[in-house]
């Protein structure tokens, strides 16, 4: 029993109700201290994520490695920018409660549980813990129905996608015998073969992950999600519980269900093409910023399954590297969409965007910048991570879906170039309000990650590589 | 250490991004930042242009190696390095990048008056991807710089074009993506197979004949869209009818070189069987796109258009150059590369010179320029006699080579490049008596005024070079016969493989 293994989750959560109550004794607006309190303790978890201990704990049911670290910090540095966004947005919406970054921090709990699962039963615990507070995330700004709408949505298809879990769940522990990560593996391992039963509980758990990754077929709620939600929400909805669905995706697909992958394979490799492919077509007709981005998100999904789909050590390290590129730009084109905001009350048609080159010159470079590397332009980031899911992809004779992949990137450029297009060739509108300092500050981070990640690829990709080696071993 | 004894080949490629970050950091007034940004951008181009004429002196004509060699490890995973250096084939497009930027920057000074920091912004950075392109040698890193120039050109024509910029924008800007993706996989594919990107080690590396094929193809759909090729050809006169003087100058003197550059510098060396094996086919395409985009410029009435087609013919005459794998082929093809950048670049600057007075590209809105106009009629018929290769002016050495080349392959196919420069003659002439000659009927063309002394600046090296290209073309054609002569027997050697192999 080594509970220490789970120090960073402990420590966070004891933050959370620490902040909890010190936000709600004082009389005054507790949002400000809240949310700086909130991102104090991502960095102090970070520490201790880093610092932390290899090995399981509790049973088996928990395991921290060098993989759970890099998907913790990425998705702990994706809360922070996310609540950056917010805290500005949240005041000038009328939504400014000390809430809003404890739910977060719990999610973000959740989301820690999830990447350290070692046990389906973890995994659920993960899942809900995360999935509760983005309920009520995305429900957030009360009194508009849209807003309510989405959070409804997002909570009756999180709840069916749950169920779903469950259900593969027990499926694998009726016909497997356990639902531990480590005795599955042996079990599935076993020369006996591999009955039916686990096989429909893998599929099932695989597609409850995918709807928390809104791939195709599971994407249908998020473009409403995406739109009805407050805009730091997509934010932080698009990219921290991503990461951790994915890592759970990894974790099982390679450990537990890793000698299986020939029953498993092709629902991933259909699920990526169709999600590259829908995300490239479905956004061209999109007038509303939020739903481009949720389609743009649902591309990307794809090209990140490509990599999952490979499997394989440059399979695995590709989706890491394009899963931290692709934050980075997210969090970073919504930024310039939290920005998004004409005489005190807030827009997101992309005819909004007209003229930003001449209004706000920086912050149309910084989502030029973002839009060219989502298109895969190089030099910047969005092409290096294409490069790493489909050097993979081609290695193992995945011609059909690379063909396919880079073709509905050439599509997608359509609808990225057409947000360039409308901020520097169409005439200027009146400018927008002044731009917030938290999202100058996560515009500056993003920006020049996007831009310069050339000059220095190595980094990520060593530390993709340790937290891949340590998956597979 | 390289030749020079410094990293010349990286300085000459990021000296421009010097001059973005100090145009970045000017403020002020509008008209202040304009002018300072003018004169920022104009000294960059001016510093990098005289920094790569040590590429000129210095340059090892005997030697058909890479020179100038630098090489850092950068994704070492992936055995990609970043590897840099020039031989015969590219050392001379980087002095023509070097050299048409700050004339196109010169030749803006005027007519563009909005947003002119980011104007010169994007000429400076497309100046680092063009030199980049050129000097790259390893074949990711060419694909970055190659993929890298359609952001600063999008934004060119996009932002500073004509009225049907945005379509001309786009459809430039997905033409050449979707054709580079293919170029992209076949990339990937090649590493895969010899495990590294370096140009010179792939060029030693033996490809299996099936695949090359496919990698041909693959290079193909990239680098014919960015030739361009017919009947891929149709985003060049969109582009070039809509782009800024500076932004054709551009596109015409070195974006289209890139698309024959890649054919030299992969799809032969690398795929010597594949591209023996479809070299019919570019005859085929090469001949056509010189006649039928011929026969259309003949029917245009639009300047900027017309030329823009004879661009294309000329480039099929470059092709055609290309694909006969024989020395005379290839040097002319280079030759007609070099003296289409130079004369072409001018032909666009001389109708930006006229659209700067009256704002119109329809021939027919002119007539009699030469009487109002005689230095700039002069100049343009210099121009346009080197365009139809009259002998003694730049254009007429690559074509006379190229058909020779031709006609040793097949008659036939030399008299249908000779078809071409025919009607070359007749589009060019027309143009030209349409613009200059003629009765001076409108009262707007009378009040035209000659040459003012900035456009002097900007056409005197040009017909400098027009001159000695036609008089001279030695001092050009010794730089690139000893690469080529390597070249030449390097594929012969490697098909007399392949045949050899095949009679077993």
Same mark, same amino acid.
Not at chain 1, 24 to 36: A, E, L, N, S
Not at chain 1, 259 to 288: D, K, T, Y
Not at chain 2, 474 to 495: E, R, Y
């Given at each position: 029993?080594?509970?220490?293994?789970?120090?960073?989750?402990?420590?966070?959560?004891?933050?959370?109700?620490?902040?909890?109550?010190?936000?709600?004794?004082?009389?005054?607006?507790?949002?400000?201290?809240?949310?700086?309190?909130?991102?104090?303790?991502?960095?102090?978890?970070?520490?201790?994520?880093?610092?932390?201990?290899?090995?399981?704990?509790?049973?088996?049911?928990?395991?921290?490695?060098?993989?759970?670290?890099?998907?913790?910090?990425?998705?702990?540095?994706?809360?922070?920018?996310?609540?950056?966004?917010?805290?500005?947005?949240?005041?000038?919406?009328?939504?400014?409660?000390?809430?809003?970054?404890?739910?977060?921090?719990?999610?973000?709990?959740?989301?820690?549980?999830?990447?350290?699962?070692?046990?389906?039963?973890?995994?659920?615990?993960?899942?809900?813990?995360?999935?509760?507070?983005?309920?009520?995330?995305?429900?957030?700004?009360?009194?508009?129905?849209?807003?309510?709408?989405?959070?409804?949505?997002?909570?009756?298809?999180?709840?069916?996608?749950?169920?779903?879990?469950?259900?593969?769940?027990?499926?694998?522990?009726?016909?497997?015998?356990?639902?531990?990560?480590?005795?599955?593996?042996?079990?599935?391992?076993?020369?006996?073969?591999?009955?039916?039963?686990?096989?429909?509980?893998?599929?099932?758990?695989?597609?409850?992950?995918?709807?928390?990754?809104?791939?195709?077929?599971?994407?249908?709620?998020?473009?409403?999600?995406?739109?009805?939600?407050?805009?730091?929400?997509?934010?932080?909805?698009?990219?921290?519980?991503?990461?951790?669905?994915?890592?759970?995706?990894?974790?099982?697909?390679?450990?537990?269900?890793?000698?299986?992958?020939?029953?498993?394979?092709?629902?991933?490799?259909?699920?990526?093409?169709?999600?590259?492919?829908?995300?490239?077509?479905?956004?061209?007709?999109?007038?509303?910023?939020?739903?481009?981005?949720?389609?743009?998100?649902?591309?990307?999904?794809?090209?990140?399954?490509?990599?999952?789909?490979?499997?394989?050590?440059?399979?695995?390290?590709?989706?890491?590297?394009?899963?931290?590129?692709?934050?980075?730009?997210?969090?970073?084109?919504?930024?310039?969409?939290?920005?998004?905001?004409?005489?005190?009350?807030?827009?997101?048609?992309?005819?909004?965007?007209?003229?930003?080159?001449?209004?706000?010159?920086?912050?149309?470079?910084?989502?030029?910048?973002?839009?060219?590397?989502?298109?895969?332009?190089?030099?910047?980031?969005?092409?290096?991570?294409?490069?790493?899911?489909?050097?993979?992809?081609?290695?193992?004779?995945?011609?059909?879906?690379?063909?396919?992949?880079?073709?509905?990137?050439?599509?997608?450029?359509?609808?990225?170039?057409?947000?360039?297009?409308?901020?520097?060739?169409?005439?200027?509108?009146?400018?927008?309000?002044?731009?917030?300092?938290?999202?100058?500050?996560?515009?500056?981070?993003?920006?020049?990650?996007?831009?310069?990640?050339?000059?220095?690829?190595?980094?990520?990709?060593?530390?993709?590589?340790?937290?891949?080696?340590?998956?597979?071993? | 250490?390289?030749?020079?004894?410094?990293?010349?080949?990286?300085?000459?490629?990021?000296?421009?991004?010097?001059?973005?970050?100090?145009?970045?950091?000017?403020?002020?007034?509008?008209?202040?930042?304009?002018?300072?940004?003018?004169?920022?951008?104009?000294?960059?181009? $001016? +510093?990098?242009?005289? !920094?790569?004429?040590?590429? =000129?002196?210095?340059?090892?004509?005997?030697? &058909?190696? *890479?020179? /100038?060699?630098?090489?850092?490890?950068?994704?070492?995973?992936?055995?990609?390095?970043?590897?840099?250096?020039?031989?015969?084939?590219?050392?001379?497009?980087?002095?023509?990048?070097?050299?048409?930027?700050?004339?196109?920057?010169?030749?803006?000074?005027?007519?563009?008056?909005?947003?002119?920091?980011?104007?010169?912004?994007?000429?400076?950075?497309?100046?680092?991807?063009?030199?980049?392109?050129?000097?790259?040698?390893?074949?990711?890193?060419?694909?970055?710089?190659?993929?890298?120039? $359609? +952001?600063?050109?999008? !934004?060119?024509?996009?932002? =500073?074009?004509?009225?049907?910029?945005?379509? &001309?924008? *786009?459809? /430039?800007?997905?033409?050449?993506?979707?054709?580079?993706?293919?170029?992209?996989?076949?990339?990937?594919?090649?590493?895969?197979?010899?495990?590294?990107?370096?140009?010179?080690?792939?060029?030693?590396?033996?490809?299996?004949?099936?695949?090359?094929?496919?990698?041909?193809?693959?290079?193909?759909?990239?680098?014919?869209?960015?030739?361009?090729?017919?009947?891929?050809?149709?985003?060049?006169?969109?582009?070039?009818?809509?782009?800024?003087?500076?932004?054709?100058?551009?596109?015409?003197?070195?974006?289209?070189?890139?698309?024959?550059?890649?054919?030299?510098?992969?799809?032969?060396?690398?795929?010597?069987?594949?591209?023996?094996?479809?070299?019919?086919?570019?005859?085929?395409?090469?001949?056509?796109?010189?006649?039928?985009?011929?026969?259309?410029?003949?029917?245009?009435?639009?300047?900027?258009?017309?030329?823009?087609?004879?661009?294309?013919?000329?480039?099929?005459?470059?092709?055609?150059?290309?694909?006969?794998?024989?020395?005379?082929?290839?040097?002319?093809?280079?030759?007609?590369?070099?003296?289409?950048?130079?004369?072409?670049?001018?032909?666009?600057?001389?109708?930006?010179?006229?659209?700067?007075?009256?704002?119109?590209?329809?021939?027919?809105?002119?007539?009699?320029?030469?009487?109002?106009?005689?230095?700039?009629?002069?100049?343009?018929?210099?121009?346009?006699?080197?365009?139809?290769?009259?002998?003694?002016?730049?254009?007429?050495?690559?074509?006379?080579?190229?058909?020779?080349?031709?006609?040793?392959?097949?008659?036939?196919?030399?008299?249908?490049?000779?078809?071409?420069?025919?009607?070359?003659?007749?589009?060019?002439?027309?143009?030209?008596?349409?613009?200059?000659?003629?009765?001076?009927?409108?009262?707007?063309?009378?009040?035209?005024?000659?040459?003012?002394?900035?456009?002097?600046?900007?056409?005197?090296?040009?017909?400098?070079?027009?001159?000695?290209?036609?008089?001279?073309?030695?001092?050009?054609?010794?730089?690139?016969?000893?690469?080529?002569?390597?070249?030449?027997?390097?594929?012969?050697?490697?098909?007399?493989?392949?045949?050899?192999?095949?009679?077993?």
């Amino acid at each position: 029993m080594n509970w220490t293994l789970a120090l960073p989750e402990l420590v966070l959560s004891v933050c959370g109700l620490a902040i909890l109550v010190f936000g709600v004794i004082p009389k005054r607006d507790m949002t400000f201290p809240c949310t700086m309190a909130v991102i104090g303790a991502f960095v102090l978890t970070g520490v201790l994520v880093i610092g932390q201990a290899e090995g399981t704990a509790f049973g088996g049911q928990y395991v921290a490695d060098d993989f759970s670290a890099f998907m913790k910090l990425l998705s702990l540095a994706a809360a922070a920018l996310g609540l950056l966004l917010a805290l500005d947005w949240n005041a000038k919406e009328g939504l400014s409660r000390f809430e809003f970054p404890v739910l977060v921090l719990f999610a973000t709990v959740g989301m820690m549980v999830m990447i350290s699962a070692n046990d389906l039963m973890s995994l659920y615990l993960g899942l809900e813990l995360l999935s509760l507070p983005l309920y009520v995330l995305a429900a957030f700004d009360r009194d508009n129905p849209r807003s309510a709408e989405a959070g409804l949505k997002y909570f009756i298809l999180g709840s069916l996608a749950s169920g779903m879990l469950l259900y593969g769940a027990s499926l694998i522990y009726g016909f497997a015998g356990t639902t531990n990560f480590d005795r599955l593996a042996d079990a599935l391992s076993a020369e006996a073969g591999i009955s039916a039963g686990v096989v429909v509980g893998i599929v099932f758990v695989i597609a409850a992950l995918a709807f928390k990754l809104a791939a195709v077929p599971f994407h249908m709620w998020t473009p409403d999600v995406y739109e009805g939600a407050p805009t730091p929400v997509t934010a932080f909805f698009a990219s921290a519980p991503k990461v951790a669905a994915l890592a759970l995706l990894v974790r099982v697909l390679s450990g537990p269900f890793g000698e299986v992958i020939g029953q498993w394979q092709q629902v991933v490799v259909l699920s990526a093409i169709l999600s590259m492919v829908l995300g490239a077509f479905a956004a061209i007709g999109q007038r509303n910023v939020k739903r481009l981005m949720a389609y743009s998100s649902i591309g990307h999904v794809g090209f990140i399954l490509m990599g999952l789909a490979v499997g394989g050590e440059t399979g695995l390290r590709g989706v890491l590297v394009y899963t931290a590129i692709y934050i980075a730009m997210n969090i970073g084109a919504f930024a310039v969409l939290v920005a998004m905001r004409r005489n005190g009350r807030a827009v997101e048609g992309v005819d909004d965007l007209a003229g930003l080159g001449r209004t706000d010159p920086a912050m149309a470079l910084a989502m030029a910048i973002f839009m060219f590397s989502m298109a895969g332009v190089p030099p910047m980031a969005g092409f290096f991570a294409k490069i790493y899911v489909l050097l993979p992809a081609i290695e193992q004779g995945f011609w059909g879906m690379a063909v396919i992949g880079v073709l509905s990137s050439v599509v997608s450029a359509y609808y990225y170039l057409r947000i360039v297009k409308v901020m520097y060739f169409d005439a200027a509108a009146t400018g927008f309000d002044l731009r917030p300092a938290g999202v100058s500050v996560v515009l500056a981070g993003t920006g020049l990650f996007t831009l310069f990640f050339f000059l220095f690829p190595a980094m990520l990709l060593d530390a993709a590589r340790h937290a891949v080696a340590a998956l597979i071993g | 250490m390289n030749a020079a004894g410094f990293p010349i080949l990286s300085l000459l490629t990021f000296l421009p991004m010097l001059g973005v970050l100090i145009l970045m950091m000017v403020r002020g007034e509008e008209a202040v930042v304009a002018s300072n940004a003018r004169w920022t951008a104009l000294w960059t181009s $001016l +510093i990098v242009f005289v !920094l790569s004429l040590v590429l =000129w002196v210095r340059f090892d004509k005997s030697s &058909a190696d *890479y020179q /100038f060699l630098e090489q850092v490890s950068w994704l070492p995973d992936f055995g990609i390095g970043y590897a840099m250096g020039v031989d015969g084939i590219s050392v001379l497009f980087v002095l023509l990048s070097t050299l048409l930027t700050p004339l196109c920057i010169l030749a803006s000074w005027n007519s563009v008056q909005t947003r002119v920091r980011e104007y010169m912004i994007a000429f400076l950075v497309l100046e680092t991807m063009m030199v980049g392109m050129f000097c790259a040698l390893d074949f990711m890193l060419f694909y970055i710089f190659f993929e890298g120039v $359609l +952001i600063p050109m999008f !934004l060119i024509i996009g932002i =500073w074009g004509g009225p049907r910029r945005v379509y &001309a924008s *786009y459809k /430039f800007f997905l033409y050449t993506f979707f054709g580079s993706v293919f170029m992209l996989l076949a990339i990937i594919a090649l590493w895969y197979q010899a495990g590294t990107t370096s140009i010179p080690e792939l060029a030693e590396f033996d490809i299996p004949f099936n695949m090359q094929v496919w990698l041909f193809l693959a290079f193909f759909a990239s680098f014919a869209v960015k030739v361009p090729m017919w009947p891929v050809h149709t985003w060049l006169p969109d582009a070039h009818v809509e782009a800024p003087t500076a932004g054709s100058v551009i596109l015409a003197g070195v974006l289209l070189k890139m698309g024959a550059y890649g054919f030299l510098r992969f799809s032969i060396p690398l795929l010597p069987e594949a591209s023996a094996y479809f070299a019919p086919a570019m005859y085929v395409l090469s001949i056509v796109a010189v006649v039928y985009t011929s026969l259309v410029a003949l029917a245009q009435q639009d300047m900027k258009k017309l030329i823009a087609y004879s661009s294309v013919a000329h480039m099929g005459i470059v092709t055609l150059g290309i694909f006969t794998f024989s020395q005379q082929g290839i040097e002319g093809a280079l030759f007609t590369m070099l003296s289409h950048g130079v004369v072409s670049g001018a032909l666009f600057l001389c109708v930006g010179v006229v659209y700067d007075r009256l704002h119109t590209r329809e021939i027919a809105r002119y007539g009699g320029v030469a009487k109002v106009m005689p230095a700039y009629a002069m100049v343009f018929m210099l121009f346009t006699m080197a365009s139809v290769a009259l002998p003694g002016l730049a254009g007429f050495p690559g074509e006379l080579l190229v058909i020779l080349a031709a006609w040793a392959i097949n008659p036939w196919v030399a008299v249908g490049a000779a078809t071409g420069m025919v009607l070359g003659a007749a589009y060019m002439l027309t143009l030209y008596r349409g613009v200059a000659f003629g009765k001076l009927t409108r009262d707007d063309v009378r009040r035209m005024l000659d040459l003012e002394p900035r456009e002097y600046a900007v056409f005197a090296p040009l017909i400098v070079l027009a001159l000695w290209m036609g008089v001279y073309p030695q001092s050009f054609l010794s730089f690139f016969s000893a690469t080529v002569a390597q070249m030449v027997q390097q594929h012969q050697a490697a098909i007399g493989t392949a045949s050899r192999l095949a009679g077993l």
